[in-house]
Structures are given as C-alpha cells and as structure tokens.
C-alpha cells in the first residue's frame, strides 16, 4: 500500500498556467504571552529536524527524501505530521507596486512620502535561499541561517518583489531600501519565533515576514506530468482533508502571533483551486482550497489577482485562475485579502545562480510578497509619525482591510477575494489623516465582562466604517476529519453601531454553507470571525454610538483589540492647516495654508481647525504673541525646532499628537479642553518640555506617550494612561478629575496634591527624587507606595499607605499616619510631629548598617505604633522622643542612641528574650503540639495549659477534652531575665473517633483504621511510628494517635512493663495483621526454621474452627487464611516443629 505522503508546494504559476511551477518561504498580557511563548518553543521541536533524522527516517519508512515534480520542480523531505505521514515542502515589480498602490508611497509617490524601508527589517521564508548579491539587492539580503544549498530562482524572484532597488524600473520591488534576512524553509516555525521583532525581547527581529509555500494538498502533477494525489486515505479516500483544515501548525503559526503581538505573518494562500485531477476522486477546487497555513487565524493570507488598467470599479479586479479559495472548514473569512499575483516581474537568477535575471512569474507567491513589502512601508510610515512605535500586527490587519478596494461580485468580503484587493495608499492616507475623531486608529483591551465604547455625530454625508481585529488566542485543532466546523474562534468580540431611535447595525457575515458563492450580509451575528467590520453607506445626521463586547468568559480574563474607524463626524473640526510660516509667528496669517508645503490661505487657526505642522520649520522656532486655539495639533517629521509658547495658552479640544521627535515646547501652559462624549488623544512622543504647564481642563483622554513635564494638572477630565510612569516636577488632581489605566509608578520631584473628590483608580507607586517636596493627598487614596529618594519630603496628609519606603528626610506632619509597611533606608530620617502618632501594620525593615546615622525624631512627643506580635533587631537606627507602642519587641544596637524614647531596647540583639509558639493539632480530644519559637538567650521554659497542666520541656504536648478557649501561657529565664507571652488557644470539635490499641504479644495495633497515625511514648513522639501497628522494645506508656489534616485523637495509655507478660511471638520471628482482622489474616514467619508448621484456630468456645499445615523452605514467608467467621476473639495457635506460638486475634 502506497504511504500518504503530504506535500509543501510554492504557490507559484508559470505564466497564465494553471499548472503548479516550482520557479525553484507575537497590560496585565506580557506573562500570558511569555507563558505561550515557552510552551511554543517546546512544540516545535518536532517540527525541525536536522539532516540526520530526516534521512534516519527516510530509511527507516521507505520514502524518497525529494520528490521530483512537474516543470523540473520538486519536494523536500521535512518531518512527520500528527498523523505520521510525511511532510514535503516544495515551490507553490512595477506592476505589482501600481495594483496595490504602493507606488504612491514610494519616492516620487502621489502622497510626496518617499518610503523605501529604510532601516526596516523584513523575513523571507523560501526553498533554500536567494541570489543575495544580485544587484537589486546591494548588500541589504542576508541569509541568517547560514544556508549553502543550492539559490533558488524563486527566492530570488520573491525578495525582488519585496525589496529590489529598481535598477531595472520594472522589477522595482515594494521596499526598495529594506533589509531582507533570509532563511529556508526547514524548521520554519522555530526560525520565526527566534528571529521575529518583539519589543522587548528582540527590537532588533523582522517586523513582518513573507511565506510563498505550503502543503502540497489532494491532486499535483509529478514529473511525467501524471496527475498524483497527496492525500490521506486513511481520513478520507475522495477528498484531501487538509483543505481548510486548523491543524497543529495552523495552531502554532496562532501561538507565534500570540506571543509576539507586533509581528505579522503573511502566507500566500495556494494555487490549488484548478487542480481537478484524473476524475477518480474529487476535484480541489473551486472553493474549501486553502491549506493549512492559511487557516491560521493571526496571520494575513494572500490570493492572487491580476489589473489590466486603473482600479475604478471592482470588476477591474480580475481573479487569477489558480488562486486558493475559502471558506476554511469552520467557516471564517479567507484569503484575507488579495495582491498582485499574475505576471509579476521580478528578479530571477541565470546560470544555475552565478548570474543576475529577471523573470516574469505567476501565483500566489507573487502576490504575498507585493502584500508583504507593501506593509512594511506602512509600518515605516507609522513608526516616523507615531514617537517611534510600530503598530500591533492586529492594528495593520484592520486597517489594511479598512482601506482595501472593493472586490468581486458582490459589496462585502467573500470567500474569493476575502476583503477586497490591498490599498496602500488610502492605508497611508488613513495614518496620515487620522485625527482622533473622523479618522481612527485605536489600540485597545477589553477586560472581561466590560464593554467599550464611543458616541459620535456622523454628518449624514459621509459613511461611517470600522474594523475591529484582534490576535485570538490559539484554537484547538480537531481530530482529522474531513471538513470539521469546529469554531476555532477563542474569544468572541462583537462589534455594533447604535444610532438615536436603538437601530442596531451589524458586521458583515458569510454562510459558509453557500460555497465560494456565499453573499455577505450585515443582519446577523458574526461568530466565526477575529474581524468585524460594520459599514453604514448612507447614515442620518444623528448621534451614533459604537460598541465592543464580548460572548461568554474571555480567555486570559482580557483580550487587546484594535479598532480602525471612519466616518464622516460633526465634531467642531471645520478645516484643516498647515505650516508654511516664514517668520515664526503663529498669528500671522500668510503662516498657513490648506495643503502641506502649499500656498498661503491667509487665515490662522481657531477651535475648528487641525493643525498639522510636516515640513522644516523656517528659523527653527515657532512662537505665540497671544492666546491660540487648535482642534488638534499634530507634527511630524525629524526636523529640529522649538515651539514657543511665550507664556501664552495653547487651547486643544480633540488631541495633540507629535511624531516629530526632536520637537521642543517651552514657556506656557498647553490646555486640553475635549468633550465628555468622545475619548481624545495625547501622543507627545519625545517632545523636549521646558516651562510649560499641561491642563486636563475637561473631556476624556487617552494617554498614549508623555514625556518628563515640569507640571501635569487635571481637572474635571478623565484621563487613561497607558504608560507604566509619569515623569514629572508638580502632579495635581483637582476636585472631579479621574485617572486611570496601565499607570503603575508616577516619579515626582517638587508637589504631589490629591484634592478632595478626585479619583485614581491604580495603586501607584509614587517615587519623589527633587530637594524639596510636598505630598498632600485630601482624598486620602489607600494603597500608594511612597517612596522617598530626595532630600527633603513633606507629607502633610495621605490615606493608609501600601508601603513607605524613607531615605533622605522625610517629615510626617499629619496627627496619624498608617502603613503596613515602613522600610527606613540607609541615613534616612523619619520625622514626626508632635503629638502624632505612625500605625504600622505588618512589617518594619531597617536598612541601616552598624554605625549608621539612620534616625526616627519628634521635636516634641510622638509615637510608632506597631501592634504586630514580632522581634527585630535594628543597627544604625536611633531613636529620639518617640515611643514605642504595641505588640512589637524592636531592639536597637548599643551604639545607637535612645533618647526619651519609652519601650525600645538597647542591648546586643542577642540577649534579647522574644517569647513565642505555635500549636497544632488543637482538637478536643486530640494530643496538641506545642512548638516553641522563643529566640534569645533562654534557661528555662515554664508552660501554663489555662490552670490543667504545665509543663517545663521546651515543646510540651497536651489534651484538651472540652471544645472552647484556653489561655496558654509561656515563661522563659534568661540572663536578661523573664519574659511572659500568653496566647489564646481556640480548641476545636474533633471529628475523629477515639482510637483503641490492641495487645498482641510485644506488637501493638490501633482498633481504628486512618490515614496518618502516630505513636507515642510516655507522651512523646516516637519517630518513625506513624503505622497502624507498632512493635514494642521498651517498657513505658503508649499511645496512638490518628490523624488527618486538622485534628488528632489519641487513645488511652497501654502501660508496658518489664514482666513477661507479653508473649515474645515477635522475637521469634513470627507477626500477624491486620489485627484486628476483617477478612483475610496474614501470617509471616521470618527465622531460621525450615519445615512444616501447623496452624489452628478456636473461637471463645475452645471449638477449633481452623487447621492446617503449610511448608517453610525459605527464610522468609507469608501464609494467608480466610477469616469467614463470626466476630468476637479467637487464639490463633502455630507449631513450628517443637516451638508453640499463640496470638490472640479479634475478628469486627
């Protein structure tokens, strides 16, 4: 029988053929996402073979490490799948930039942008490895894995498309100055988890990587030209499963997306929709025709189209006649979108790879790769207008699917072009001109159980659009199966739009059931998808509210979304302006024109207007000589100015977004007055502040990057931050103003002012590092960790503080004052002022060494109540006018110094008696253990069970029989002297019953079966008796205890004593048990003795119920006798030769 062999093709076509052509490729998140990153790393190890193994197992199944296929191409041994078949990989611009309108970002663009990818790093992912130095590339390609196989052709032709220079104008690829790491294809995975960009953990990785293979799924032509089936019969004999199939690599490629949240995948989405094979079984195509690769959730999958003229309509759209159609086999939308992919003409090796070529090649690995450089450029855009971030891989998903051109048919995605054919230019057009209000680029989360939401007023003109996308977390793969509709959807978001009268508008959906046919509607639920997207083509002026939920329980408690929104909004934005200024004078009139780098419009800004500064600013400084106004500011570029603010205010009501990172602000007060309505953006990115005050005066706003600010006040605003700190001089909230988001830590040098009624929603810690500073909290927020790394802090008033951590000097001026815990650093001093009094509640820690200067001072009377019942021993630390009050025994060294300062000791620390146990086991009935933990110098111990019983042994036992509360109390002698603690001991009712011993000969047995037993010896532990049954070698009193996880019951006392009374059975080798017995008893004999031995039985009665005779030829042995007899106490007599042994046994 032939092995089902799975098969990895490049998604490539000759020409117009449809003939396959081998033209031979991751807030409250970070620990989730590391957690999947681990498990990910793990798994793929089975998926990345070396050479050996591969030919190990080559030899081993009997299977060709290459496969020879059509038109010279061919397949490469790479592992097993999960059903133990094969895996092969083989091969599945002028032009294309124009089809995807890229061209207009390039240089010499319609949009005057001039990106190249520059300094931008992409994956390419192919058979072996491209020409690197061919001369499109300069010496921008690399291969990172240190392939030497033989170049390939189609690499080279795929890194063309990407990046080349444009030596020959019409093989210039997408990024013509871009960095390509190459790599092959064996252990793919395991290559992109390593090399990808994270922030973190590698900023130095690839941003986005392209993958123009996959499986080699159902029919293929081989290299006679023969139609061969690389399915699977064992799962299905008519049709290859793996079509649309979420396998384990579908699986990973989620997990890797996951994990690294700015890193996107594209995958070119296969050419096997024509393969209709030699008609004994089923055809691929049309629709169900994407492999595995492609299923994947995260990534973007590519299809491939061709344009004979300029996009106007979507009938200039035209489908390849190869390119791989949905839906996946739980109904989701794919291809995601589509490119270029017929007659791309691109790089190409001559002379088996010694030479320079270009080609002209067809599929869906052409247009993957004119997807692939097409994002990397928008992620240059974005990262030079946004402070230097990169966008989320879920953000550049949603707005290419916002932004692409309409496709097909029918309005609305489909299982054919996906989402329509790839835009850049209106994607860079919507970075360009998103303003926070009509134009929206939003990175989210949403927490369970929460909703978010924004209202908008749509100007009845414009169509309102938006796209949500987020990175899901990885589906579980079904069991292989022909077509499975196991939803691989994790968490289930759900996008709405609700106009004034409570109409709901809904996303776009597809009927999987309809085929490839299938017309999208915007009625339903969409269930399947981690995109959404509503369109409303003719809205009513009216107010519009947009609204995120989510189904069930979120995995991970939470779920980052990005949303991409456009709409026509009544808002107060009435024009837009930009700086052409000569003079620097930002009232000057002939300053400002409508377009960038355009004629003057001899008008300045007012509330209404977007400012957009974008070009060299003439004199490098721009000044205000009144107050200005502005419905959002926004600059960008690299070019070194100063905004003056002459000590004016800058009135903003709807963002202030600053990309240029070597912009400077000075001199006055920035106030943003936004509307409660709608949530407004503040990205000042690196911006240089000297002077200059910033006022959250109303409205909602989100936080993306601040700088160090000299003053930070918010009044009747809400403000979400999503940095980690706040680095400022002055942070004063007014009455009404809210705070709130990731903000963890907020670094102030001068004042820190809470006013009453003011809201923070975090527990911050708070760092003050000037010379002279002022804490005063009037809304008395508990749960701040203050931290004092100055010279000179006041904290006048505060509510109960988390932690205070005290260098420097640090002034308490309040009456009271409370922390749980209070950390006094080395030199530090902490003040306090007369008549107060400092709480401690759980810890003090002292950091000062011997000889230290640490110092806590009243300059009248006050006090440090710490009524936790613990001992320290401080060095360094002195005490002047301070009580101490409490529980707390704190001894500071001899050299430091106490002065007027009741109750701290002043000795060596360890001559100090601290007196202190712990009980366990306090049952009624039980046998209480008392453990001492007294330190110091101790001579004696006295105990005291509430006037029952004492004791003088360091740690007693006792038996409580009642079940209430029992004053215990401990005295310990030292040189130092007596030291008395007492504790309150709450008996509890013991659930246990009271355990019997048994007698037989020297073995003692508990009647009681139990868990856990412990035996005792006149009152003692015996170590290492914790079985049913204990042998006894010494006279004294015992006892048994059982035992489970709160309560023991101890028995009463079997006295043993020195007589023979007790038959020495176990000195001759010979043990019973179980004693008592239920059903079968068990004799061992283990002596010298060898022969037979008798065995009888008589009941009470003396009738003999038993006898028998067995055969000792060993020196141990275990005899077993069914004990079906009535209960009561029976003699168990054994006749060993001479010797006769008796037990008594008693039969429950």
């Given at each position: 029988m032939r092995k089902g062999i799975v098969l990895v093709i490049f998604l490539l076509l000759s020409g117009l053929s449809s003939a396959q052509n081998s033209g031979i490729q991751g807030d409250g998140m970070q620990k989730v996402r590391s957690e999947v990153y681990q498990k990910l790393k793990l798994s793929v190890s089975r998926y990345s073979l070396t050479q050996e193994e591969k030919i190990s197992i080559s030899e081993s199944l009997g299977i060709p490490l290459k496969i020879r296929l059509a038109d010279a191409n061919s397949a490469t041994f790479q592992y097993l799948d999960d059903e133990n078949h094969p895996v092969y990989f083989t091969t599945y611009n002028l032009k294309a930039a124009k089809a995807t309108s890229t061209d207009a970002l390039q240089v010499g663009g319609s949009l005057n942008l001039g990106l190249t990818g520059r300094n931008m790093i992409v994956g390419i992912y192919d058979q072996t490895r491209p020409r690197a130095n061919h001369n499109e590339f300069g010496n921008r390609v690399t291969q990172i894995d240190g392939s030497t196989e033989e170049i390939s052709n189609h690499a080279t032709h795929v890194t063309g498309t990407i990046?080349?220079?444009?030596?020959?104008?019409?093989?210039?690829?997408?990024?013509?100055?871009?960095?390509?790491?190459?790599?092959?294809?064996?252990?793919?995975?395991?290559?992109?988890?390593?090399?990808?960009?994270?922030?973190?953990?590698?900023?130095?990785?690839?941003?986005?990587?392209?993958?123009?293979?996959?499986?080699?799924?159902?029919?293929?032509?081989?290299?006679?030209?023969?139609?061969?089936?690389?399915?699977?019969?064992?799962?299905?004999?008519?049709?290859?499963?793996?079509?649309?199939?979420?396998?384990?690599?579908?699986?990973?490629?989620?997990?890797?997306?996951?994990?690294?949240?700015?890193?996107?995948?594209?995958?070119?989405?296969?050419?096997?929709?024509?393969?209709?094979?030699?008609?004994?079984?089923?055809?691929?195509?049309?629709?169900?025709?994407?492999?595995?690769?492609?299923?994947?959730?995260?990534?973007?999958?590519?299809?491939?189209?061709?344009?004979?003229?300029?996009?106007?309509?979507?009938?200039?759209?035209?489908?390849?006649?190869?390119?791989?159609?949905?839906?996946?086999?739980?109904?989701?939308?794919?291809?995601?979108?589509v490119g270029m992919g017929v007659n791309v003409f691109s790089t190409s090796i001559v002379n088996d790879g010694a030479g320079d070529g270009y080609a002209t090649l067809s599929g869906t690995s052409m247009a993957s790769p004119n997807v692939t450089g097409s994002l990397l450029l928008l992620q240059e855009l974005y990262h030079g207008r946004n402070s230097g971030r990169y966008m989320r891989a879920a953000t550049l998903k949603a707005l290419a699917i916002q932004t692409t051109k309409e496709a097909g048919i029918s309005a609305g995605p489909d299982y054919m072009y996906g989402w329509g054919l790839l835009d850049s230019k209106a994607a860079a057009q919507m970075i360009i001109d998103e303003d926070g209000s009509s134009k929206v680029m939003r990175e989210l989360q949403l927490m369970n159980n929460d909703t978010y939401q924004f209202e908008f007023v749509s100007n009845g003109v414009d169509p309102i659009k938006a796209t949500i996308v987020w990175t899901d977390p990885a589906g579980a793969p079904p069991p292989a199966q022909l077509n499975p509709s196991n939803l691989m959807l994790v968490n289930d978001l759900d996008m709405r739009i609700i106009d004034e009268s409570g109409t709901v508008f809904y996303p776009w959906t597809l009927n999987p059931s309809q085929g490839s046919g299938a017309v999208a509607v915007r009625t339903a639920d969409n269930f399947r998808d981690n995109i959404e997207q509503i369109l409303i083509d003719t809205p009513s002026p009216q107010k519009y509210t947009l609204q995120i939920t989510h189904k069930g329980s979120l995995e991970n408690g939470q779920q980052p979304f990005s949303l991409v929104f456009s709409a026509g909004v009544s808002d107060g934005q009435s024009s837009t302006l930009y700086w052409i200024g000569g003079d620097g004078d930002w009232e000057n009139p002939v300053n400002w024109s409508l377009e960038s780098n355009g004629q003057s419009a001899g008008r300045i800004p007012d509330g209404g207007t977007r400012v957009v500064i974008d070009q060299p600013v003439t004199g490098q400084a721009i000044r205000l000589n009144g107050a200005a106004n502005a419905f959002s500011l926004n600059v960008f570029g690299d070019e070194n100015f100063d905004l003056d603010l002459n000590q004016q205010n800058l009135i903003v009501q709807n963002g202030f977004r600053a990309g240029n990172q070597n912009m400077k602000i000075k001199n006055g007060s920035i106030l943003l007055e936004g509307e409660e309505q709608k949530e407004s953006i503040l990205d000042f990115g690196k911006v240089s502040f000297t002077g200059v005050d910033i006022q959250f005066n109303s409205g909602r706003w989100q936080v993306l990057s601040m700088p160090e600010l000299d003053r930070l006040n918010i009044n009747t605003a809400e403000v979400e931050v999503q940095m980690d700190s706040l680095l400022l001089k002055d942070f004063i909230m007014s009455p009404e103003a809210l705070l709130n988001g990731a903000l963890k830590t907020i670094l102030f040098s001068g004042q820190f002012l809470i006013e009453e009624n003011a809201t923070i929603s975090n527990s911050l810690d708070l760092v003050f590092s000037g010379t002279n500073g002022v804490y005063q909290d009037l809304q008395e927020v508990e749960g701040f960790s203050l931290f004092n790394r100055g010279v000179n802090l006041n904290i006048q008033s505060s509510g109960a503080f988390e932690t205070l951590d005290l260098s420097g000097e640090t002034n308490l001026l309040a009456l009271q004052t409370s922390v749980k815990n209070l950390v006094l650093s080395e030199d530090g001093q902490l003040i306090l002022t007369d008549g107060s009094t400092l709480f401690v509640e759980e810890t003090i820690v002292n950091e000062n060494s011997l000889g230290g200067a640490g110092l806590i001072r009243s300059s009248g009377k006050a006090y440090v109540f710490h009524d936790r019942y613990n001992k320290y021993c401080f060095e360094g630390l002195s005490v002047e006018n301070v009580d101490l009050l409490g529980e707390a025994v704190i001894n500071l060294d001899p050299q430091s110094t106490v002065l007027n300062a009741a109750n701290w000791s002043n000795i060596s620390c360890e001559d100090v008696i601290f007196v202190n146990f712990e009980v366990r086991f306090n049952c009624a009935g039980g046998i209480s253990e008392f453990i001492n933990l007294s330190e110091g110098n101790i001579t004696s111990y006295s105990w005291d069970f509430a006037g029952l019983g004492t004791s003088s042994i360091e740690n007693p036992t006792y038996v409580f029989n009642l079940t209430r509360t029992y004053q215990v109390s401990l005295e310990v002698k030292g040189p130092s002297g007596t030291k008395t603690f007492q504790r309150d001991v709450s008996v509890i009712r013991n659930t246990l019953n009271r355990p019997l011993i048994v007698v037989n000969g020297s073995q003692l047995s508990s009647q009681l079966p139990a868990s856990i037993y412990q035996w005792y010896r006149n009152g003692m532990p015996i170590e290492g008796a914790v079985s049913r049954s204990y042998i006894v070698d010494d006279e004294g009193t015992y006892q048994v205890a059982v035992i489970d996880e709160q309560c023991n019951r101890i028995s009463d006392v079997v006295v043993v004593s020195g007589s023979d009374d007790l038959t020495p059975n176990s000195r001759a080798g010979y043990a019973i048990g179980p004693n008592p017995v239920s059903d079968e008893l068990s004799l061992f004999v283990n002596n010298d003795y060898l022969g037979e031995i008798g065995v009888s039985l008589y009941d009470g009665t003396g009738s003999k119920k038993l006898q028998d005779v067995f055969l000792k030829n060993k020196q141990g042995i275990e005899y077993l006798m069914d004990f079906d007899f009535p209960k009561g106490l029976y003699l168990l007599q054994i006749q060993a030769g001479k010797e006769l042994h008796s037990f008594r046994v008693l039969k429950e």
């Open positions: 990046l080349a220079a444009g030596n020959n104008s019409n093989a210039k690829g997408m990024a013509t100055e871009a960095t390509g790491w190459a790599f092959n294809w064996d252990a793919d995975i395991s290559k992109m988890t390593q090399n990808s960009y994270d922030p973190d953990l590698n900023a130095g990785g690839h941003l986005v990587s392209n993958h123009s293979y996959g499986n080699l799924i159902g029919w293929y032509r081989d290299s006679n030209q023969n139609w061969s089936w690389a399915g699977n019969e064992g799962v299905n004999n008519q049709e290859d499963y793996r079509f649309g199939y979420y396998s384990n690599k579908s699986r990973q490629l989620d997990e890797l997306a996951f994990a690294k949240p700015y890193y996107t995948i594209v995958w070119a989405a296969g050419n096997d929709r024509s393969d209709i094979g030699d008609g004994s079984k089923q055809s691929d195509g049309p629709e169900d025709s994407i492999g595995p690769e492609g299923a994947a959730k995260n990534n973007i999958t590519v299809g491939a189209v061709s344009l004979l003229a300029d996009y106007e309509v979507p009938s200039d759209v035209f489908m390849s006649s190869f390119s791989s159609w949905g839906p996946v086999d739980d109904g989701r939308i794919k291809p995601d979108f």
